[in-house]
């Protein structure tokens, strides 16, 4: 292999699959007596692509998620781990930082106002060089990698100046702005330029892939054709680095050599048939009655299940379901919310204070609603495994998302899938992707909170036959298009040449804005 980096040649790998992602998909334990194993990850995508590490001989690159030296790359559930060191200071900059107090508020719509600040910017590009600097030296000549989420969207541009090789394709998990609100980051052309060096872009929602359609053309002055992007070869080997000497070619006529670039949607899905599983073994199903006994057996148990996020509509909800009681609409104890919002991200400043805030409001509605031995809010701050998830989808009856922002919301599969006995009702926020999918749902605009209110009456007070006529409709979705499916179709259009479609091409604005050089 001949191609370079700062001078160095790339050296290739052994394998002929390598995903990349900001995690290993095994979780580092320590014993009390010190020593250290590694547990699987209970996540979908461990679940969706190990079958496939081990049919190509793969390799998955990832931090460990501890400050310090990587350890070296060892074998463990039929996969090459490939650990990637960050320091403490790169935790805070580009992981606490930029990844999730610029890029996380930024793309779910500024629900929360992102920070724009250099530094963390100057180690979100030294930290995806040294991705893609261990992808690089894995993957065999030829081979495909897999390059997933936001964290890592300069990767696949020197991914692509380092192995020219490979077959690359990104997947973003969470939603892609509006150009409006992309527009407003400093580095946008650099993040477009990185996302450019995969073959495959895959999206939630087809709203999302147009979303970066528009960015092509607006941030990097490109030309798209439906779902394709031409894309220069006389591009810098460093696109997406954080220089300039990737800028756009001038001028609108197409070269031979360009690349041709697709933005497609890929929506995400849940191993429905391991899930259903879980929630039929018998212990599950004993856990779920305890859970409703030690409820005090209420008529009616709603249930929210989240990430302590700002995205997910947490407050709307407790909002719309305070409103419930003070109207007498429903009532306690006989309808009984259980709130699972599981620690996330508690240094980042935005998250401090939405733990206040929905601790406070849980106490204000215990307080006024609640009666001694009950309280119609059971909050629980804590992170469950998959087995107690499952009893506490089979023991509510409605399930609420509420998600002002979300790129899928596997949650409200995941309800589905449990829920073998045909029962149960989910009510789901239209700005999620998996409401394109789950139409049998009561969709909702969690920002109406007359309209939630109504909505989470009728699924609590909903007849058994139209329950099973819903959740028919929705585990049928669920189940026919799993996460086996998800990384199947993605996979398949990787390796397969991609083929503008007929509309007519977009060329870029006449007069493309230009980027202010932006300093350290």
Not at 12 to 26: I, S
Not at 92 to 100: L, T, V
Not at 386 to 415: C, F, H, I
Not at 482 to 496: E, Y
Request: hydrophobic letters at 40%.
């Amino acid at each position: 292999m001949s191609s370079t980096t700062h001078g160095q040649p790339a050296q290739t790998g052994d394998y002929d699959f390598v995903v990349v992602a900001n995690r290993l998909p095994l979780d580092r334990v320590e014993d009390p007596d010190g020593q250290v194993s590694w547990r699987r990850s209970p996540g979908g995508l461990v679940t969706a692509l190990q079958p496939v590490m081990q049919q190509a001989d793969g390799a998955w690159v990832g931090w460990t998620g501890t400050p310090g030296p990587a350890p070296e790359p060892f074998d463990e559930a039929d996969m090459r781990l490939v650990p990637v060191g960050l320091s403490s200071e790169e935790v805070r900059d580009y992981y606490e930082g930029f990844s999730n107090d610029t890029l996380w508020p930024l793309y779910h719509d500024v629900i929360a106002p992102p920070r724009f600040r250099r530094a963390w910017w100057d180690a979100y590009v030294r930290v995806n060089r040294r991705f893609a600097e261990a992808a690089a030296e894995q993957a065999a000549d030829h081979a495909v990698v897999w390059v997933q989420d936001y964290q890592l969207q300069l990767a696949p541009g020197m991914l692509r100046s380092l192995r020219p090789d490979l077959r690359i394709g990104f997947f973003n998990h969470i939603p892609f702005p509006g150009y409006e609100i992309f527009a407003q980051l400093p580095w946008r052309r650099q993040i477009v330029e990185g996302l450019l060096g995969a073959d495959l872009l895959g999206f939630q929602r087809q709203g999302d892939a147009t979303n970066f359609l528009r960015a092509c053309r607006r941030a990097a002055g490109l030309t798209t054709r439906g779902s394709m992007v031409r894309v220069p070869r006389t591009w810098s080997a460093d696109a997406g680095a954080g220089n300039t000497a990737g800028r756009r070619r001038e001028g609108p006529a197409p070269a031979k050599d360009d690349r041709t670039v697709r933005a497609a949607t890929f929506p995400i899905s849940i191993d429905s048939a391991g899930f259903e599983a879980i929630a039929r073994r018998p212990e599950v199903k004993a856990r779920a009655a305890e859970i409703r006994a030690a409820l005090g057996h209420p008529k009616t148990v709603l249930l929210g299940v989240d990430r302590l996020d700002y995205t997910k509509g947490i407050a709307h909800r407790l909002k719309a379901y305070g409103e419930l009681l003070q109207e007498g609409r429903l009532r306690s104890p006989d309808d009984v919310l259980v709130l699972v919002a599981s620690p996330s991200r508690e240094r980042v400043e935005q998250y401090r204070r939405l733990r206040d805030e929905v601790e406070v409001t849980v106490g204000r509605i215990n307080g006024e609603f609640g009666e001694v031995g009950s309280a119609p809010v059971h909050y629980l701050h804590q992170s469950y495994p998959q087995e107690e998830m499952a009893a506490l989808y089979l023991a509510a009856d409605v399930m609420l998302v509420t998600s002002l922002r979300d790129g899928m919301n596997l949650v409200a599969k995941e309800y589905v899938a449990c829920r073998h006995d045909e029962s149960g009702a989910l009510v789901l926020s239209e700005f999620t992707g998996a409401a394109d999918e789950l139409g049998s749902a009561f969709l909702v605009n969690p920002h109406d909170i007359a309209g939630l209110k109504d909505a989470i009456v009728r699924a609590a007070r909903i007849s058994p036959s139209e329950a099973r006529r819903r959740m028919r409709s929705l585990r049928r979705r669920v189940r026919e298009y799993d996460v086996a499916h998800w990384a199947k179709t993605f996979l398949d259009a990787l390796h397969g040449e991609p083929t503008a479609v007929e509309p007519a091409a977009v060329e870029p604005d006449p007069e493309p804005e230009r980027e202010p050089s932006v300093q350290p």
